[in-house]
Structures are given as C-alpha cells and as structure tokens.
C-alpha cells in the first residue's frame, strides 16, 4: 500500500508512523508513505502556498495551484507506477472517457465523513491513498472540488492540520493489510470489527486492589471461555456503546445469558 501525504509540514506524519506496527510495516515494505511538499509547487520564487481569504477574517487559506499541482505529480506518478492498475471507462454523463489514477484522494476536514472501522477497512483494499492535509484557515474549496477528493474528518473538533488525521487513517488502515499483524485474523476481533465492541481483557495478577479476573478465564475449558467472551463483548457494548447495537442479530440464548447477567446482584 502506497501513501501520499500532500502537505506543508509531510515530516510530522512520518514522524507520527516511525514507532511500533507502522514502523514494521514500513521497514518490510508492506506500506510507502511519499512524503510531498506542498510548498515545492509555490506559486513564485517566495515560496508563496497561502494568502488571505475574500471577503476578510482571521488567518490565511491555502491556494489552489500548489495543491493542483502537487496532486498532479501524485497522479502522474500513480500512472506511471501503477499501468495496470488504471482502469479507463466512459464518463455516462459526458461521453467521454476518462482515466481513474489508482490513486484514491482524501482532503482531511472537519465538514467530511467521519472516519470509522468500516471506512478504514475500505480504503485497505486501496493500493494508493493520497492525503491532503489542510493547515491554518483551511483550503480553497475550489480545488478540491475541481480534484473530486473525498472529505473525510475524524470527528467534531478542530485540529492545527490535517496531518495527525492522516496518520491517524493510516495507523488504522495499516492494521488492515495482509502480513502487518503478526496475527492475520486478529483484526477481526477488534472492536468495532463484528459491530460490537471487544470484551474486556485481563492478565496477571489474578487478583489486583481485590478486584478478580473472572473464574472462567482461568478454567481453561475454551467452550466456556468463549461464550464468556461473547457474553462480556454484549455487556461492555449495551453498557458503554447502546447505540451500536442498532442492525445486530444477536443469538437469542446469548441475550438470555445476558440479560442474566444483568439481574445478578453481584454484576
Ligand atoms: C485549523 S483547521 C481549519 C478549520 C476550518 N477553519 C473550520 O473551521 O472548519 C486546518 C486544517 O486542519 C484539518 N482538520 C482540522 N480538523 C480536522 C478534523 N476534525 N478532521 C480532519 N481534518 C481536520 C483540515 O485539513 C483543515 O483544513
């Protein structure tokens, strides 16, 4: 999986990516991150990305040319790389036909889609991400219409730039790829994965503060352990996340034991 990350500060999301899983993901090459100055596309020899907005206000916003031809050198490169990958097909509006660059762009904003398990496990069937990380007053919105890229935000808060939102897709989009988990299937599990939440997890000691990991996790009778872990995953997901049970189908025994579990006085 290629990632190209389109902005004026690209080094704070290498920076972001340099420990742990990512970090291995990188050095087995199973991830690219192309960093891409946006500042090396200025409009003059002053190196000049942003101005001030019409209409007045606070800040600066950053011009539509850089970015343009930044994206640009993406796509050229994508194509170049990628020949097989680029599907040509008919425009059904225009007629005319036109080339998909494998490359799939994402402006990070705070008006977009909110990003979740689902659109992380999406973008994972990507070859080329682009990332366009906005900075100080946002972007001219014209070139990312013009681009046609996908706004994607990572919740109701402002952020400095789009930066840490992009390594932050990335990490999540990551973990999704083939050979990155030591464990393949171990995604699967997750949170949010199966659309609920995962069940609480317990190590050593066995008793901490008075407070005891539950009997049948030490049983070792896996039967057991497992419908324990259905039943907690049920219980950590009603009680912290309700609303995630909206759509589930859930084994009618299971909501039985439950809804037990619920009744106990010791629960
Ligand atoms: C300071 S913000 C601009 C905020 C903008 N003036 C507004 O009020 O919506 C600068 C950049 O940070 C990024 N950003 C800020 N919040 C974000 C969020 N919640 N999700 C994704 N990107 C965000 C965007 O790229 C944005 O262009």
């Known amino acids: 999986?290629?990632?190209?990350i389109l902005s004026l500060f690209p080094e704070q999301v290498y920076d972001a990516l340099r420990f742990s899983m990512t970090a291995r993901a990188m050095d087995r090459g199973l991830i690219e991150l192309n960093l891409v100055q946006i500042r090396d596309f200025a409009i003059n020899e002053y190196g000049q990305v942003d101005d001030a907005p019409y209409g007045g206000g606070r800040g600066m916003v950053m011009m539509c040319e850089p970015i343009y031809n930044a994206w640009r050198s993406?796509?050229?490169?994508s194509d170049a790389n990628n020949c097989d990958q680029i599907v040509n097909h008919v425009d059904e509006k225009s007629q005319t036909t036109i080339q998909d660059s494998?490359?799939?762009t994402i402006f990070l904003s705070p008006a977009g889609k909110t990003f979740d398990q689902k659109m992380a496990l999406e973008l994972s069937k990507k070859s080329h991400i682009a990332f366009i990380c906005g900075h100080y007053e946002g972007v001219d919105a014209r070139v990312i219409e013009e681009i046609g890229a996908y706004e994607v935000s990572?919740?109701?808060f402002v952020l400095t730039g789009g930066e840490l939102a992009a390594a932050v897709m990335i990490d999540a989009i990551t973990r999704l790829l083939p050979g990155v988990l030591p464990d393949e299937e171990a995604w699967q599990l997750e949170s949010f994965s199966g659309g609920l939440l995962e069940w609480p997890q317990y190590t050593r000691p066995r008793v901490w503060r008075d407070r005891a990991v539950p009997d049948v996790l030490l049983s070792g009778h896996q039967a057991n352990i497992e419908r324990e872990r259905d039943i907690s995953r049920l219980v950590?997901?009603?009680?912290?996340?309700?609303e995630l049970l909206k759509g589930q189908s859930i084994d009618r025994t299971l909501w039985e034991l439950v809804a037990k579990r619920f009744e106990d006085p010791l629960f």
Do not use: C, N
């Open 154 to 156: 990572l919740g109701d």
């Open 74 to 77: 993406v796509v050229a490169q």
């Open 1 to 4: 999986m290629k990632y190209s």
């Open 236 to 242: 950590e997901t009603i009680t912290k996340r309700p």
């Open 102 to 104: 494998s490359a799939h």
